[in-house]
């Protein structure tokens, strides 16, 4: 099965840049979609398709998606954006929607 | 707006069955594939099934095929999880969750479901 990595925790100081990575097997090759948890709610989805933003979300979350990685950039770092934040592909070769181990971004 | 409820969740005993709910509303759900994602407590989240939008088509997470079906009612609005022979490792707050193209856009906030003896 198809696997995803990531970085379990990342700590940035506020409006700094923080950078999330999300390993995978020609990863490249997939479209690769962002999600943001905060405690006790919902995932939020921050980035899709590898680097666009839906409605509402800040132009400071982008992300980009090359070779074995892909990368969730969140520039300005804020307090709120503390969160556990997932990668996710589709693996189209077993029809299964595959969600990385997830990092903790913590805000200093 | 968009809102997905879910329901059904409880404690129930390892080997016994329980079946979830998801009631959508402020979209026409026939035009969704609508798939239920679960996270175990303090874990990541993990997909577990999808069924399309005409309901014809179902895929399954590899943990729990065999053991969960996933069905919906069009003309209720809501999907469904029937969970046979529950495990312990099935323990989790479930989510169901509306994905229009490549990614889900809407979630519910989830409903727990506690395997215990």
């Avoid at chain 2, 994602?37 to 997909?47: C, T």
């Avoid at chain 2, 014809?56 to 609005?77: L, Q």
Wanted: glycine share 10%; proline share 4%.
């Amino acid at each position: 099965s198809y696997v995803l990595t990531q970085p379990p925790s990342v700590s940035v100081a506020p409006g700094l840049t923080a950078s999330i990575t999300c390993g995978g097997n020609n990863i490249g090759s997939k479209s690769v979609h962002w999600y943001q948890q905060k405690p006790g709610q919902a995932p939020v989805a921050v980035v899709y398709d590898d680097h666009k933003r839906p409605s509402g979300i800040p132009e400071r979350f982008s992300g980009s998606n090359s070779g074995n990685t892909a990368t969730l950039t969140v520039s300005r770092v804020e307090a709120g954006d503390e969160a556990d934040y997932y990668c996710q592909v589709w693996d189209g070769s077993t029809y299964h929607y595959v969600f990385g181990t997830g990092t903790k971004l913590t805000v200093l | 707006q968009v809102q997905l409820v879910e329901s059904g969740g409880g404690v129930v005993r390892p080997g016994r069955s329980l079946r979830l709910s998801c009631a959508a509303s402020g979209f026409i759900f026939n035009n969704y594939a609508v798939h239920w994602v679960r996270q175990a407590p303090g874990k990541g989240l993990e997909w577990v099934a999808v069924m399309s939008s005409d309901g014809h088509k179902e895929y399954y997470a590899d943990s729990v095929k065999g053991r969960f079906t996933v069905s919906r009612d069009n003309s209720k609005n809501t999907l469904y999880l029937q969970m046979n022979s529950l495990r312990v490792e099935d323990m989790a707050v479930y989510f169901c969750a509306r994905m229009p193209g490549t990614y889900w856009d809407s979630w519910g906030q989830g409903t727990l479901v506690t395997v215990s003896s």
